[in-house]
């Protein structure tokens, strides 16, 4: 994973030095990515997003931002960010930060949830909603802190704010949504990630929906509809 990383940098670096025309071309550019056998950040599932409501309720600081992250997909970075001035025509709207291709970052426009909706108007604010008793909005690295201090009370080891991106993606499969539908939540620039949760997080339905199609074909009929030579005969004539 970490060499994956360096592996970036790398490249980005050597991009602008092909830029400054110091080189002719990215001697990184095509190096293979280091094979990796991890997932990523854990994804919160519906037994760990109950628990946690269980332990920090309606008003709490970690409360709001549980439900905030958790009905926006917002990363830590743009979280933090996010406050009444977002609010337009009853939905939510920002820009992604982090955008490679795209300097004003990705417009991300969402309705407000029922639920986030309970969540804002429970715990006013004069700034963000993510704001600190003080009134000053928190830093990503600051938030990051927060949720792993309230996930381990909860006695969620696993959990982090970035798995809640991947929650609310994994819902949008599991309810059946397209690749598109999770990139517009999420935004995603590249279709193959949002493929993804859909093949991860879509199989169970999938199975369902084929082991549906089974029932009352031609694949479960019984015996005496099995083809002729499978259908054992009487050794007695008439």
């Known amino acids: 994973m970490q060499a994956n990383k360096m592996l970036k940098r790398l490249s980005q670096m050597m991009d602008l030095v092909v830029k400054m025309e110091w080189v002719a071309a990215n001697p990184v550019k095509g190096v293979d990515k280091f094979a990796t056998t991890s997932e990523g950040y854990h994804s919160w599932d519906e037994g760990e997003i109950a628990r946690f409501y269980e332990v920090h309720p309606l008003g709490s600081p970690a409360h709001i931002c549980m439900t905030l992250m958790l009905y926006t997909g917002a990363a830590k970075v743009d979280a933090v960010k996010l406050g009444p001035t977002n609010v337009k025509d009853g939905r939510i709207e920002y820009r992604r930060q982090k955008t490679s291709k795209n300097p004003s970052g990705v417009l991300i426009s969402l309705p407000i949830h029922p639920a986030l909706a309970t969540a804002l108007a429970a715990r006013p604010v004069t700034f963000t909603y993510l704001e600190t008793g003080h009134n000053k909005a928190r830093s990503p690295k600051g938030l990051g802190t927060s949720m792993r201090k309230w996930c381990d009370k909860a ?16 819902r949008i499969a599991e309810a059946g949504g397209t690749p598109h539908e999770i990139m517009a939540v999420s935004g995603h620039v590249t279709l193959s990630m949002a493929q993804k949760y859909c093949e991860t997080f879509g199989r169970r339905d999938m199975a369902d929906s084929a082991f549906s199609r089974l029932t009352g074909t031609k694949a479960e ?6 083809p002729e030579r499978f259908v054992k005969k009487s050794p007695n004539t008439l």
């Open 155 to 170: 006695g969620l080891p696993l959990c982090s704010s970035h798995g809640l991106r991947k929650a609310i993606c994994r």
């Open 221 to 226: 009929q019984n015996l005496t509809n099995h």
